[in-house]
């Protein structure tokens, strides 16, 4: 679960040339053990190990316009006592596999197949994509984004067969009476618009083989 810090590698697949910057958060034996009480308490899953089967890409936006803050933000392995909404959940912080600068610059946060809490229901199948922006709920991802989530995404599909659903974080609740929807608190739920829905219809476009419903 490490990698070295901002090391830049060129990842090649059929018809995918994707740059990934490595900037892990931090992941120790306490991020670990708060992942696995997740699991056995939202899931009733019991694992030791805290892999995923990834069957769904989850985009999302930060609601923060600054990278470095972005990153931060998910760097802890505890929640911070701001997040009063989440907080009687878990006190595992949120996270996700990948963040996208407003440039385009992709950096991958933990390993793919590494449980994130990012989307509620759904962390044992989902690999998570954060984007720098939408501050007070604004539609401003930017082209570069857009083109990066598409290699991103594409790279991803590539790799992992399983692979059958693309969405936006605003729609995870579809999935509530699926095979994949596990969780079990009836009132831990919140209202999410992000990444906005014009910036998701502009990636499945682009992605048409992937699905947005169960």
């Keep these: 679960m490490r990698f070295a810090a901002a090391a830049l590698t060129l990842l090649l697949l059929p018809l995918f040339a994707l740059e990934i910057v490595e900037r892990p958060i931090l992941f120790g034996p306490e991020r670990i053990e708060l992942t696995r009480e997740y699991i056995r308490e939202h899931y009733a899953v019991s694992k030791e190990d805290?892999?995923?089967?990834?069957?769904?890409?989850?985009?999302?936006?930060?609601?923060?316009?600054?990278?470095?803050?972005?990153?931060?933000?998910?760097?802890?392995?505890r929640l911070p006592?701001?997040?009063?909404?989440?907080?009687?959940?878990?006190?595992?912080?949120?996270?996700?596999?990948?963040?996208v600068d407003r440039d385009g610059t992709v950096y991958r946060l933990m390993e793919e197949t590494t449980m994130a809490r990012h989307?509620?229901?759904?962390?044992?199948?989902a690999?998570?994509?954060?984007?720098?922006?939408?501050a007070d709920g604004r539609d401003d991802l930017t082209e570069a984004q857009l083109e990066a989530n598409i290699e991103l995404v594409g790279y991803l599909a590539a790799k992992y067969p399983t692979i059958e659903y693309l969405i936006?974080?605003?729609?995870?609740?579809?999935?509530?009476?699926?095979?994949?929807?596990?969780?079990?608190?009836?009132?831990?739920?919140?209202?999410?618009?992000?990444?906005?829905?014009?910036?998701?219809?502009?990636?499945?476009?682009?992605?048409?083989?992937?699905?947005?419903?169960?």
């Design 50 to 77: 805290i892999s995923i089967v990834p069957k769904i890409v989850v985009v999302h936006y930060t609601a923060i316009d600054d990278l470095n803050r972005s990153f931060e933000a998910f760097y802890p392995q």
């Design 81 to 99: 006592g701001h997040r009063d909404d989440i907080a009687r959940a878990s006190a595992l912080n949120v996270s996700a596999h990948f963040l």
């Design 119 to 125: 989307v509620i229901g759904l962390n044992l199948f």
């Design 127 to 134: 690999i998570g994509i954060e984007n720098v922006g939408g």
């Design 168 to 214: 936006g974080h605003y729609e995870y609740r579809n999935f509530e009476k699926s095979r994949l929807w596990l969780e079990r608190d009836a009132g831990y739920r919140t209202t999410k618009k992000d990444p906005g829905e014009r910036f998701m219809e502009r990636l499945r476009k682009a992605l048409p083989g992937l699905k947005s419903r169960p």
